[in-house]
């Protein structure tokens, strides 16, 4: 068995590629992504350096016109990273078409003359290793529930043809210092998009990962998605023991171990991990990847059944029969406040998600809407059940996300304040006209990755103030903001 962790294990090295072509290019850093015509401190205001990097800084922040909303900032010195200028753009676009409770968010991305500034969720309660250090060793019962969080994130990513490669305890934070604070994986300056071609992962050459977490192919090439998978059984390996179960005083004899030593389950280590757990921990790190379990896999593995859900207030679900946004306004608006609530506000409701995700991929499918409506006592013909997953299915892309299972939950208990009333409005006024136009509306809607025509803007805009000539003002946005989202 490895060597006990001690705190130097926090200086483990990232092996970081120069550049990679990849299989599924995606633009580089998109209209959809970029923050036009408005610099970083127009919106947020700066607060403590919270860590340090070789190319920039990481700041706390906050929004200027709501100071409650707190944001972590990534500054990076662009002339530090001309070479690598390709992974931090792969970085922006795949964390902004990512949407999922256990995945950091992305707000914002700033190009301006000197830096780049990547603006995300603030999460305050630390990292999972840190955990890890002061126990020792953590009780089964609560690393299955971690173990569940972190595998559904995977299996997101997976699924729409991500691979993290540096899956490790110290990418996964938690969202606040509450007992039950959510734990987010964050850090995808290595990620890597693949296209799926029959169900196999299109593989992948280049050297990336941290040295203890690096799975046998990874150090051999070529690899697939299945990397990840192999880390998450290290971390398991981790938590239930305290220990690394491949290791050595330095990083060739780490790698040596992970090549040729055999995972000794018999150990002292492991007198104390049930049977379900051992079983699945060797089927996370089987060398051989075609062999090795899928986050799929996992996460209906027997073991996983111990990390049970908060209770949930099953009445969360009915809304969704009854949801009908008042106008496509009103939607990006309840959007954007989704995207910066509290998490004391959506906890609930992202429990709710959770429990009818029944396959852990992160979206639900309308057979997931028929199983929630029904464990209401709801009930309905096909055709009714179609209509309401088109009402919620805001992308239409055939699966209700996170953002808009959310959106549509809390429209039955929306109370909003003049404060957020105010942020809201603030976020579509970006040019501080005191009226929401048209040319504002492009750049927010481009932003939030939607491709409308100046006709559908202009459309949007007249479903607010019916037809009067100009911007929405901010009355009229209160009107609008006020009208119930409901049949």
């Known amino acids: 068995m490895g060597q006990c962790l001690g705190k130097k294990a926090k200086k483990e090295i990232k092996t970081t590629p120069k ?85 950091v968010k992305l707000y914002d991305f700033f190009d301006e003359e000197y830096f780049f500034n990547i603006v995300t969720e603030y999460c305050s309660g630390g990292e999972l290793f840190e955990v890890i250090i002061q126990n020792g060793r953590l009780n089964e019962a609560l690393v299955a529930k971690y173990m569940k969080k972190m595998m559904r994130a995977i299996n997101h990513l997976h699924k729409n043809g991500i691979c993290h490669r540096d899956v490790k305890p110290q990418n996964f934070i938690f969202e606040s210092t509450d007992t039950n604070a959510e734990l987010k994986l964050i850090d995808f300056g290595l990620a890597h998009r693949f296209t799926m071609k029959k169900k196999k992962g299109v593989s992948m050459e280049t050297f990336a990962g941290t040295p203890y977490y690096l799975a046998p192919e990874v150090l051999k090439g070529p690899y697939d998605m299945k990397c990840d998978i192999w880390s998450l059984g290290i971390i398991m390996v981790l938590m239930l023991t305290g220990t690394h179960p491949f290791s050595g005083n330095c990083t060739p004899e780490i790698y040596k171990s992970i090549l040729n030593d055999e995972l000794n389950v018999n150990s002292h280590e492991f007198k104390h991990i049930s049977a379900q757990g051992v079983d699945l921990i060797q089927k996370l790190l089987v060398k051989n990847p075609e062999l090795r379990f899928s986050a799929e896999q996992a996460l209906t593995h027997p073991w996983m059944k111990q990390a049970k859900e908060e209770k949930v207030d099953i009445s969360i679900y009915a809304s ?110 970006i040019d501080k006209s005191g009226e929401i136009t048209i040319d504002n509306l492009k750049v927010v809607f481009k932003r939030m990755g939607l491709s409308y025509t100046e006709e559908k803007i202009s459309h949007i805009i007249n479903e607010v103030h019916l037809g009067r000539k100009g911007g929405i003002t901010y009355d009229e946005f209160k009107i609008m903001m006020t009208k119930k989202a409901v049949l």
Request: charged share 25%.
């Open 320 to 429: 969704l029969k009854n949801f009908m946004p008042p106008s496509e306004m009103w939607r990006a608006a309840v959007g954007i406040l989704v995207k910066y609530m509290s998490v004391s506000e959506i906890g609930a409701l992202r429990s709710a998600f959770n429990e009818v995700d029944i396959e852990g991929t992160g979206t639900l499918s309308i057979k997931d809407i028929e199983f929630s409506l029904a464990k209401t006592g709801i009930i309905l013909p096909k055709r009714e059940l179609i209509e309401i997953f088109k009402r919620l299915d805001y992308a239409q892309d055939g699966k209700i996300h996170y953002s808009e299972f959310l959106t549509a939950t809390l429209s039955s208990r929306l109370c909003v304040n003049e404060q957020m009333m105010l942020t809201l409005f603030s976020y579509f006024d």
């Open 19 to 103: 550049s990679e072509k990849l299989e599924n290019p995606q633009p580089v850093i998109s209209e959809t992504t970029k923050n036009i015509s408005q610099k970083l401190t127009d919106i947020y205001s700066l607060k403590k350096v919270i860590g340090q990097g070789s190319f920039g800084i990481v700041r706390r922040g906050a929004k200027l016109d709501n100071p409650d909303i707190q944001v972590a900032i990534k500054t990076i010195t662009k002339s530090k990273i001309k070479h690598d200028l390709s992974l931090l753009k792969n970085e922006v676009e795949i964390l902004s078409s990512i949407d999922h409770p256990n995945i």
